[in-house]
């Protein structure tokens, strides 16, 4: 028997979580969703979203790994030997290898945006710059596997250190990154009608196909569906409190997407970029306002690091999910497995990122490589997952151990264990049926 490592203490474990779950899924992904799906309403969809499916299914993730203290495939064999559950974490898998495909992509142009920062060649015209990065030039690929090897020798060094100790004094400073840049950017003349745009939502503009982006969305976001925080509840020690930690991070996680949103709207709104301008979005509109601001390169530096580390941490969560796996169903070095889904990672990032211009024939059903992995994965195969860890919690898993790891030592709180096994019975797995149901057969 190997000792599992562990969070050390409240703080780690929420650092921890939060580290995963604050990326670029709160700061690039959703402000270019949003954008996309009307704004204000899309915000509105996807915090009921967060409610109603993530909060529950979060707290139901933790506590499959915690009982089992296993990875998410065997978390499933353990508790429920004999049966068919593990293939939750099989998909998972999955998962997490075509997510970090794309999202090694980007989080390699931030690290590109980190170097024009801090050379200061941040072009007056960042959309042509920002198009003619990732549609021209094989150099995103150099920041792919520089990400990604960034990303690996954290994983090598295991989950204490790694971990914990990048976002405990990081992810605060992000956080008030991101005031400083929301006034800045609420303050430039002509934003009101980005924040508008944000705050006001649009009924007309909500269709199937927007709910169902909203959804995924929010299991994005939260690192929901593929067995992350399966694994990373096996690492909270027995006497902490899970709904606590949800909590925490389902707040934080909203908070940081929402503070983003507050600084991109206005921003585009001021310097005329469509708020629907895609997955380049955050890289054509804020080097805009930094150029406008006193110091504008040092903050763009500054936010650039900072959210290349807040991609790493989530990175890394993904890696781990796969790495975990490696070592412990297939007793590989944790070296060793390291190095070797990064590889695979990799080759699929290539796809990803030659389909966004270079090699524009790498389309599948009528979209990019990067948008179908996008795709896939976020908006079919996460809440998939959800669906079927809420099933698991909600009717398969004895209630009493539920219930003993959500009430931890502590006093019981039955007006909160009945709300929660109201949402992940029935009205969590209930609402993703209805989401996909609308949004993959009613609209298109
Ligand atoms: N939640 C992260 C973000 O917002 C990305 C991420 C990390 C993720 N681990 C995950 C997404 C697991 C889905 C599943 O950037």
Known sequence: MTTRDSFSGRFGIIA????????????WRFPYM?????????????????LIMGRPIMLAEFIIGRRAQSNAYRAFKILSPGKPWHLIGVLGIV??????????AVGGWTIEYIFRSVTATISSQPKEQFESFIGTSYQPLWYQFFFLCLSLGIVMMGVKKGIEKSTRILMPLLFILLIVLCIRSVTLPGASEGLMFLLKPDFSKLTGNSVLQ????????????????????????RNEDLAFTTSMTTGSDTLIAILASVVIFPAAAAFHIEPDS?????????????????GGMIFSTCFFILVGIAALTSAISLLEVVVSFCVEEMHLRRGLATAL?????????????????????????????????????????????????SIYVGWILKKHITVREVIGNGAPKPIYLR??????RYIAPASILAVFISGLFRSS
């Open 34 to 50: 949003c954008g996309q799906n009307g704004g204000g309403i899309f915000l509105l969809v996807y915090i009921a979203c967060i």
């Open 16 to 27: 921890a979580a939060a580290g995963s779950a604050i990326g670029l899924g709160n700061i």
């Open 278 to 294: 895609g997955p380049g979005l955050l890289f054509i509109t804020l080097p805009g306002m930094f150029q406008q601001m006193p």
């Open 419 to 424: 709300i929660f096994f109201f949402l992940i």
């Open 95 to 104: 998962t997490a290898f075509v997510i970090l495909s794309f999202y090694s």
């Open 214 to 237: 909203a959804m995924g969305q929010a299991f994005f976001t939260l690192s929901l569906g593929m067995g992350c925080l399966i694994t990373y509840g096996s690492y909270i020690k």
């Open 341 to 389: 889904v990064a590889v695979c990672v990799f080759m699929m990032g290539i796809l990803c990122s030659l389909s966004l211009g270079l090699v524009p024939e790498l389309k599948l059903f009528g979209m990019s490589i990067f948008d179908l992995m996008d795709f896939t994965s976020s908006t079919l195969f996460l809440p998939i997952g959800g669906f079927f860890i």
